[in-house]
């Protein structure tokens, strides 16, 4: 057990839909990374969020925005989905978002319709 | 971040040490040399990091060459549970943490 917590597990919605996906970092974790798997792309990072600030940008949509709240959760929307969108979306964290390692959660699986 | 450069795949008998190669040519003075894996479509794990000594951990050894051009990750007696993909990424001590995946290197560890 990693101590990243991702809900939901799984997601089933359609093309056109807005999703929400939480992750809780690790206690004492200050910085949270989301990171997307497609079977075509692999592993991406999306974008990094540290103490509630955006500290890094990767290959994130302009659909697709996140957050990170006071108390260190991070929610990724995604919105006017598309079926290309269907992936793994992954979170991870870490004390201080430099070079220590990351812990990541299970996932969430986005299934698009 | 420096490019690595990883075999498809690899398979090792149960038992044995894995021995894992990665080449980062191109790896500079402040870049760290990482290692995850990714067992089924769990979320990446964590192994194992260094700089220019070797390392070791409860999990594996990484051995780095002194021009610090490669490394190797060895699992010094593989199981089955060890079958994952294995990831080699080289990246500097910035601010940003962030960390760029390539393909890895499929190991299948056979009875």
């Known amino acids: 057990d990693s101590g990243v917590t991702q809900t939901p597990k799984h997601l089933i919605t359609a093309t056109g839909q807005r999703v929400t996906l939480r992750c809780s970092p690790r206690?004492?974790?200050?910085?949270v990374y989301w990171y997307q798997q497609s079977l075509d792309q692999g592993l991406q990072f999306l974008i990094q969020?540290?103490?509630?600030?955006?500290?890094a940008k990767g290959n994130i949509l302009e659909r697709f925005s996140a957050q990170q709240f006071p108390d260190l959760h991070s929610e990724l929307n995604l919105s006017s989905l598309e079926l290309g969108d269907s992936a793994l979306y992954f979170c991870?964290?870490?004390?201080?978002?430099?070079?220590?390692?990351?812990?990541f959660g299970d996932g969430t699986r986005l299934s698009i319709l | 971040d420096a490019k690595t450069t990883q075999p498809t795949s690899m398979d090792c008998a149960e038992g044995r040490a894995a021995n894992l190669p990665c080449n980062h040519s191109?790896?500079?003075?402040?870049?760290?040399v990482y290692w995850y894996r990714q067992i089924h479509s769990q979320g990446p794990q964590y192994i194992i990091h260094?700089?220019?000594n070797n390392e070791t951990n409860e999990m594996a050894s990484l051995i780095i060459t002194e021009d610090r051009k490669s490394s190797t990750l060895i699992l010094p007696h593989a199981t089955l549970r060890d079958t994952a993909v294995y990831y080699c990424?080289?990246?500097?001590?910035?601010?940003?943490?962030?960390?760029?995946f390539g393909q890895g290197t499929t190991l299948q560890v056979k009875p």
């Open positions: 990424i080289v990246r500097n001590s910035s601010n940003t943490g962030k960390l760029i």
């Open positions: 191109t790896i500079s003075g402040n870049e760290y």
């Open positions: 206690s004492g974790d200050l910085s």
């Open positions: 969020y540290y103490n509630g600030e955006e500290r």
């Open positions: 260094g700089l220019k």
């Open positions: 991870a964290s870490n004390r201080d978002g430099s070079n220590q390692p990351q812990h």
